[in-house]
Nanobody, 126 residues
Framework: QVQLVESGGGLVQAGGSMRLSCTWSKRIFSNNGVAWFRQAPGEARELVATISWNGGSTYYRDSVKGRFTISRDSTLNAVHLQMNNLRPNDTAVYYC???????????????????WGQGTQVTVSS
C-alpha cells in the first residue's frame, strides 16, 4: 500500500482555523474516494468527512457540519480539510485514508479503505 502523508496539524486556540492536507505521489488515488478520520487519546477512531473520487460528493459528521470543509485538488492527487471555529474536543490525531471504491462509506466502515496516512496532531486549546 502507498502511504498518504498528512500535514498542517499543530496547536490552535478555540475558535481558530487550521487546514490539513493529505497528499500522495502523482494520481495514485484519482479514482478513489478519500476520508478523514480522527482519534483522540483513549478514544475510538471516528469518521470526520469523506469526498468522492471526483470531489462531487461530500459527507460530514454532525459535529463538524458547517465548520469543516473537505476538498480535492483538480489533479485529484491531494485532499484537504479546512477546519474553522475549532473546539477543544476537535483535538485528535487526524488521518486520511483512500478507499478501494470511488465513494467512501459514511457509516464508519473501514473495510474498503486500502491506504492510510500516519496522521497529524491537531490540538485545540481553550
Amino acid at each position: 500500500q502507498v502511504q498518504l502523508v498528512e500535514s498542517g496539524g499543530g496547536l490552535v486556540q478555540a475558535g481558530g482555523s487550521m487546514r490539513l492536507s493529505c497528499t500522495w505521489s502523482k494520481r495514485i488515488f484519482s479514482n478513489n474516494g478519500v476520508a478523514w478520520f480522527r482519534q483522540a487519546p483513549g478514544e475510538a477512531r471516528e469518521l470526520v468527512a469523506t469526498i468522492s473520487w471526483n470531489g462531487g460528493s461530500t459527507y460530514y459528521r454532525d459535529s463538524v457540519k458547517g465548520r469543516f470543509t473537505i476538498s480535492r485538488d483538480s489533479t485529484l492527487n491531494a485532499v484537504h480539510l479546512q477546519m474553522n471555529n475549532l473546539r477543544p474536543n476537535d483535538t485528535a490525531v487526524y488521518y486520511c485514508a483512500a478507499s478501494r471504491r470511488p465513494y467512501v462509506r459514511t457509516d464508519g466502515e473501514t473495510t474498503d479503505l486500502r491506504s492510510w496516512g500516519q496522521g497529524t496532531q491537531v490540538t485545540v486549546s481553550s
